[in-house]
């Protein structure tokens, strides 16, 4: 039983590289998103979508861009990376959005942009 | 925009003392939620609470919403070395589908 998937676990990009964090699940959630966690500021929230073909901005969307073509993957892209960029990125997946069900989450993409 | 915090943001305990953290939004939720990231890990889900009011338990675990739906603690009895880790809350607003997490109370036990 797969979860939600990230890769890659580790990554070092240079400034103003171009890069995707890719992100699937296998249990049919309709509900995805993007957060970043940086010390002491918590777990902000990047992008999420509700469902397929259906994406909005969370708290800290400048930089990233995401799409949801499926209802399994909601990839991550930064377009030209960026110093204040180094962070871990987690993606979760919950079943239905809106009514406080759990979110799983995968074990995160620790960046960093040098 | 919704804010959720939490205090403190770190806390060190001798392993048998009791911890408590507390969480507080600026707007009234629908349920909050409360998960746990073991250093180097992942927030995995702890429970969640709907009603307002609402007091839970799950062993030495002990959740409570507070009656205005705004705030939340979470309490450990007795802490041990597995207990170690940071502990967030997590809330949504009606008909939002957003999940906003707080900043995280880091728990650090000495054995």
């Known amino acids: 039983n797969a979860g939600v998937t990230q890769t890659p676990k580790f990554q070092v990009l240079k400034t103003g590289q171009s890069m995707t964090l890719q992100c699937a699940q296998d249990?049919?959630?309709?509900?995805m998103s993007w957060y970043r966690q940086d010390p002491g500021m918590g777990l902000r929230l990047i992008h999420y979508?509700?469902?397929?073909?259906?994406?909005d901005q969370g708290e800290v969307p400048n930089g990233y861009n995401v799409s949801r073509s499926t209802t399994e993957d909601f990839p991550l892209r930064l377009l030209s990376a960026a110093p204040s960029q180094t962070s871990v990125y987690f993606c979760a997946s919950s079943y239905a959005p809106g009514q406080g069900t759990e979110a799983f989450f995968g074990q995160g993409t620790r960046l960093t942009v040098v | 925009g919704q804010q959720v915090m939490q205090i403190p943001q770190y806390q060190h305990v001798q392993e048998g003392e009791d911890f408590t953290t507390y969480c507080n939004s600026s707007?009234?939720?629908?349920?909050i939620q409360w998960y746990k990231q073991r250093p180097g890990g992942h927030p995995v889900f702890l429970i969640q609470l709907v009603k307002s009011g609402e007091v839970k338990k799950q062993k030495r675990l002990t959740f409570q919403f507070g009656e205005a739906k705004k705030n939340s603690s979470l309490h450990i009895t007795a802490t041990q070395t597995t207990d170690v880790g940071t502990y967030f809350c997590?809330?949504?607003?009606?008909?939002?589908?957003?999940?906003?997490f707080g900043t995280g109370t880091r728990l650090t036990i000495i054995p």
């Open positions: 249990m049919n959630h309709e509900y």
């Open positions: 707007t009234t939720l629908s349920n």
């Open positions: 997590a809330g949504q607003r009606f008909g939002n589908e957003k999940l906003t």
């Open positions: 979508s509700v469902g397929a073909g259906i994406t």
